[in-house]
Structures are given as structure tokens and as C-alpha cells.
């Protein structure tokens, strides 16, 4: 049972393929401006799915977090510095980059429930599975 997919997964893993074969030079520059999303990792446990997203150096009250017809959105929104004449940056290599990544939710997840914490930058979100009820058992006997 999968809990998510990438809304573009398709086109995503071609792109991926096709990209990834492209000289290093053409890969660094145009793939990362323009199909920058943080990787993700998922993991299931018998009460709950656990998403994991690489944040490293984002600040927890720029992400917004949404559920809505069972998509789960990710967002990160980049906030413009103020400029100080005091200040002169001689070199920029960090970036920080708007995205939005979304999920399709399986039915199994409690989305009134989900749990999200940002800790040494990854987002981490708690899904917890639906309580589903057993199905009885049935003796069907043989005639």
C-alpha cells in the first residue's frame, strides 16, 4: 500500500534520467534552477508513515504545511534580505530557493492528526494511520 506519490512523478523520474546523462556543466546550472526540490525519504511503520524532508538551513516559520482533498502540501516561501550599506557580501554560495512539493495521501492516513517538527534541518512529519477495523471472520463450511 503506497501512502504518496509526486504529483509530476512520471515526468519527474524521466526528467531525472534524462538530466542526469547531461554534461556536469549543463546539469549544474540549468537543472538546479529549475527543478529544485529538497529530496524526501518515507518511511512506514505499522501505525504510521514518517516523512522526511532535507531542509538544512531553512528557517521552520517560512515552511507552510497543508492538507486539502487528501494532498499534502510542502511549501517553503524564500524571504527577501534587507540590504545594509554596512554590510557587502563578497561572495554567495548558499541559496535558498522557493519550492512546493505535494503528495497524494493514501486513504489509510489520519490527516486531522498529522505532526510536523523542524530539528537539526530536517522537517519531519508524523502521518498516522486510520484505526481500521477488523473484518470478522467468517467459517464458510463445506457441503
Known amino acids: 500500500m503506497a501512502l504518496v506519490k509526486f504529483n509530476n512523478r512520471i515526468s519527474n523520474s524521466v526528467f531525472d534520467e534524462l538530466f542526469n546523462h547531461f554534461p556536469a556543466t549543463w546539469t549544474n546550472g540549468w537543472k538546479d534552477n529549475y527543478f529544485h526540490f529538497p529530496p524526501v525519504n518515507i518511511h512506514e511503520t505499522k501505525d504510521a508513515y514518517h516523512l522526511e524532508l532535507n531542509a538544512a538551513g531553512l528557517s521552520k516559520e517560512d515552511f507552510q504545511l497543508n492538507v486539502e482533498d487528501g494532498l499534502l502540501t510542502i511549501a517553503f516561501e524564500k524571504k ?15 541559496s535558498q530557493r522557493s519550492f512546493k512539493r505535494s503528495f497524494h495521501l493514501d486513504e489509510s492516513v489520519d490527516t486531522d492528526n498529522i505532526q510536523a517538527k523542524y530539528e537539526n534541518g530536517v522537517l519531519k512529519l508524523h502521518l498516522p494511520k486510520k484505526e481500521q477495523t477488523k473484518a470478522a471472520t467468517k467459517q464458510i463450511n463445506i457441503q
Open 80 to 94: 527577501e534580505e534587507t540590504k545594509s550599506e554596512d554590510y557587502k557580501t563578497v561572495r554567495r554560495e548558499f
